[in-house]
């Protein structure tokens, strides 16, 4: 903040509108809130959010524990997850600006991959080393790879002269999302004794967020 200077100042632009009363620019800004783009920006940054805090904080936990893998390799997988990841934020985004059928078709299919492999490791063959490693990784390729072309939709579906503040709306609802989801997923585990109740919860959120979202996906195009 004490190294900031502002920037010179530019012209006025009619997106600015800088005449607009406060109230006029309040007014304006909670209509983007019923925008249908602001809704699919919303729901699908708080579902996949929510699934990256609940990987990062239980794949240790349930490889040691539900399929008596060891912590140190159990933290080599988490390593690998996070650097599928990596990977993902690279060949997702990469993938969104060159898809014909726009941004959020790429996060619609991280939804639905996460999902599926979350759907595993409810299964018995979820608890089987091997299964459980690979879905891992594969939750860590989607469920952390996203964050790409969703941040660039996000820009682009905002109105013009308003991205800083989608961005910024987004970014802030995400950050409830973070704050809130690891101690209730901890809760979770800790009263049930099982990760399943955690996972199902995971996709419960992922589940609704996929069908309003692909619904109003369907409806805009």
């Not at 950050?175 to 997923?185: D, E, F, K």
């Amino acid at each position: 903040m004490g190294c900031y200077r502002r920037p010179p100042a530019l012209p006025a632009s009619q997106d600015e509108e800088p005449s607009d009363p406060l109230a006029a620019q309040l007014r304006a800004r909670l209509r983007m809130l019923r925008d249908p783009s602001t809704v699919k920006i919303m729901l699908s940054g708080t579902s996949l959010i929510s699934v990256q805090c609940g990987v990062g904080i239980l794949t240790v936990l349930h490889l040691h524990q539900a399929s008596s893998v060891g912590t140190g390799q159990a933290a080599l997988i988490l390593v690998a997850s996070q650097g599928a990841g990596v990977a993902g934020r690279i060949c997702l985004a990469a993938w969104s600006d060159r898809s014909i059928s726009g941004r959020y078709v790429i996060v619609l299919v991280c939804m639905v991959a996460v999902i599926a492999g979350l759907a595993v490791l409810m299964t018995p063959a979820g608890r089987a080393p091997v299964v459980a490693s690979g879905v891992f990784i594969w939750l860590g390729f989607f469920g952390f790879g996203w964050y790409g072309a969703w941040v660039a939709y996000v820009t682009e579906a905002a109105p013009p002269g308003k991205t800083g503040f989608a961005l910024g709306l987004a970014m802030s609802v995400n950050q409830i999302a973070i704050v809130t989801v690891p101690p209730v997923l901890g809760l979770l585990v800790d009263l049930t004794s099982s990760f399943t109740p955690a996972w199902a919860l995971l996709s419960l959120l992922t589940v609704v967020a996929l069908a309003v979202t692909a619904e109003a996906e369907r409806r805009t195009r």
